[in-house]
């Protein structure tokens, strides 16, 4: 079997969690400031990143300490991983799924015109690689007094010029190191925050509202969202083979390239100096016979996320509301991730291929 995607853990993160655990302090401590100053220099954060559980209670804990309000509207993509909606309910907001173009861009137009008394922030997704449409979004935003909240979850290491990094435009931006991500730390997320007292205020919210670890008096009221010195340590021992693992995923990107041959199919290909792919995607209009292909000969693919309106749970629902998915629902039917491993090797991407080209 080969699958669509899987970490690539050397023996250098086996020898930091073991250390780890050696060391007997597996909460959360010296490896979690590691993880978070080695997240702050790749992506050039101006303060220390703030460790989180997850990238979901991230999001929520963002919009909380941000001051959202019950009935507030949060404007998110209509095509992204439910985290992107849940969040916004968990935090009393709204959801508003406007459509997007074929990057996986909010429309601008559509941004504009939903926008409300009831508008609260915008939340766009770095998707699949790409650095979104942030710094068009941020100027609505400053123009509506709104706040940007990037949700970039797939947007580790994910840069537009080497210099400017996905979560690194608006207020406040999200990474996630789930397992499936370009690195990762098994669970895991990261708050980017520009604003020192915002990046304070978001520290004592994950430590049950306390600003001091190891007292019982809590100043503000906060959840348990820390995370732990075990994730940390695989966390900052992947990171720190960050160009190697983008490396290689850029090889496999090249290899794909030159090898494809199917028609009516176009590689995903990120428009960046320093791509870092994530998930190698191919757009196509016989993507049903590809992944059924992929399937019979035990190749792991991925659809993109379905289109928000479509999900089983939102349907009749009044907690979200839906603008348009047009483009949306069109990327779903044509977009298909492919094995995308860095631990790949060229005998398992050419297998790939000669299955796609003769699908």
């Given at each position: 079997m080969i699958n669509q995607i899987e970490p690539w853990i050397g023996e250098s993160e086996i020898k930091e969690v073991i250390n780890c655990i050696k060391s007997t302090f597996v909460t959360e401590g010296s490896y979690t400031e590691k993880f978070e100053k080695i997240v702050g220099k790749l992506h050039k954060t101006k303060t220390q990143p703030i460790a989180y559980a997850n990238?979901?209670?991230?999001?929520?804990?963002?919009?909380?300490?941000?001051?959202i309000k019950p009935g507030n509207e949060v404007i998110i993509p209509s095509i992204t991983f439910i985290a992107t909606a849940n969040a916004v309910i968990m935090a009393g907001g709204i959801p508003v799924c406007v459509d997007v173009d074929k990057n996986f861009n909010m429309l601008v137009n559509q941004v504009r015109k939903v926008i409300n008394s009831k508008t609260f922030a915008i939340m766009?997704?770095?998707l699949y690689g790409h650095f979104c449409n942030a710094e068009e979004l941020l100027t609505i935003c400053n123009e509506n007094s709104l706040h940007l909240i990037e949700d970039a979850s797939?947007?580790?290491?994910?840069?537009?010029?080497?210099?400017?990094?996905?979560?690194?435009?608006?207020?406040?931006?999200?990474?996630?190191?789930?397992?499936?991500?370009?690195?990762?730390?098994?669970?895991?997320?990261?708050?980017?925050?520009?604003?020192?007292?915002?990046?304070?205020?978001?520290?004592?919210?994950?430590?049950?509202?306390?600003?001091?670890?190891?007292?019982?008096?809590h100043e503000e009221i906060g959840f348990n969202f820390c995370t732990s010195d075990l994730h940390s340590a695989l966390g900052y021992s992947q990171l720190s083979r960050f160009e190697?693992?983008?490396?290689?995923?850029?090889?496999?990107?090249?290899?794909?390239?030159?090898?494809?041959?199917?028609?009516?199919?176009?590689?995903?290909?990120?428009?960046?100096?320093?791509?870092?792919?994530?998930?190698?995607?191919?757009?196509?209009?016989?993507?049903?016979?590809?992944?059924?292909?992929?399937?019979?000969?035990?190749?792991?693919?991925?659809?993109?996320?379905?289109?928000?309106?479509?999900?089983?749970?939102?349907?009749?629902?009044?907690?979200?509301?839906?603008?348009?998915?047009?483009?949306?629902?069109?990327?779903?039917?044509?977009?298909?991730?492919?094995?995308?491993?860095?631990?790949?090797?060229?005998?398992?991407?050419?297998?790939?291929?000669?299955?796609?080209?003769?699908?």
């Open positions: 990238a979901t209670v991230a999001l929520y804990a963002s919009l909380k300490v941000l001051g766009p997704v770095h797939q947007g580790i290491g994910v840069t537009k010029d080497g210099c400017l990094y996905a979560g690194c435009v608006g207020e406040i931006g999200v990474l996630s190191f789930y397992g499936n991500k370009f690195v990762t730390s098994a669970q895991g997320g990261m708050i980017i925050c520009k604003d020192d007292f915002v990046a304070k205020k978001l520290k004592q919210f994950k430590n049950h509202g306390r600003l001091k670890k190891g007292t019982f008096w190697e693992i983008r490396n290689r995923k850029y090889e496999i990107f090249e290899f794909y390239k030159k090898n494809l041959e199917c028609d009516d199919l176009k590689l995903d290909e990120i428009e960046s100096n320093y791509p870092a792919y994530w998930f190698i995607s191919i757009k196509t209009k016989k993507l049903k016979a590809i992944e059924n292909a992929l399937e019979k000969n035990n190749i792991g693919s991925r659809r993109a996320f379905p289109p928000l309106n479509l999900q089983p749970c939102f349907k009749g629902s009044k907690i979200i509301k839906f603008i348009s998915s047009q483009n949306a629902e069109y990327l779903f039917d044509t977009y298909l991730s492919l094995p995308s491993s860095a631990s790949l090797s060229n005998d398992q991407i050419s297998k790939i291929c000669d299955v796609i080209n003769n699908s």
